[in-house]
């Protein structure tokens, strides 16, 4: 069981940064891939990034490759994403998961967090 809980969202100017933060509980967090995913208002949540159980390795969707920066810090139970050069269609619902395996898919993650906005003002 792992139960999480997202925070750092906020409202930016375009251009700007910002760093969304997932907090996690439960045994099995370090040995869990965690995602970031974000929904935009009557869009489909889509995939973000992704971190393996070590960090060791990452996926990024292709929208924020180079922008976007995920990591995980396995001995405070926490995932980060740093956001830099933030454009307006990055305006969504940001959500951490966990899951078994690192992956773009939303379907092998089964524990999510509650989201936390993020706004991207032009």
């Known amino acids: 069981q792992v139960q999480l809980v997202e925070s750092g969202g906020g409202l930016v100017q375009a251009g700007g940064s910002l760093r969304v933060s997932c907090a996690a509980s439960?045994?099995?967090?370090?040995?869990?891939?965690m995602g970031w995913f974000r929904q935009a208002p009557g869009k489909e949540r889509e995939f973000v990034a992704a971190?393996?159980?070590?960090?060791?390795?990452?996926l990024y969707a292709d929208s924020v490759k180079g922008r976007f920066t995920i990591s995980r810090d396995n001995a405070k139970n926490t995932v980060n994403l740093q956001m830099n050069s933030l454009k307006p269609e990055d305006t969504a619902v940001y959500y951490c998961?966990?899951?078994?395996?690192?992956?773009?898919?939303?379907?092998?993650?089964?524990?999510w967090g509650q989201g936390t906005q993020v706004t991207v003002s032009s």
């Open positions: 439960g045994r099995t967090f370090s040995s869990s891939a």
């Open positions: 998961a966990a899951g078994p395996s690192t992956t773009r898919s939303i379907l092998p993650y089964n524990y």
């Open positions: 971190i393996n159980w070590s960090g060791g390795s990452t």
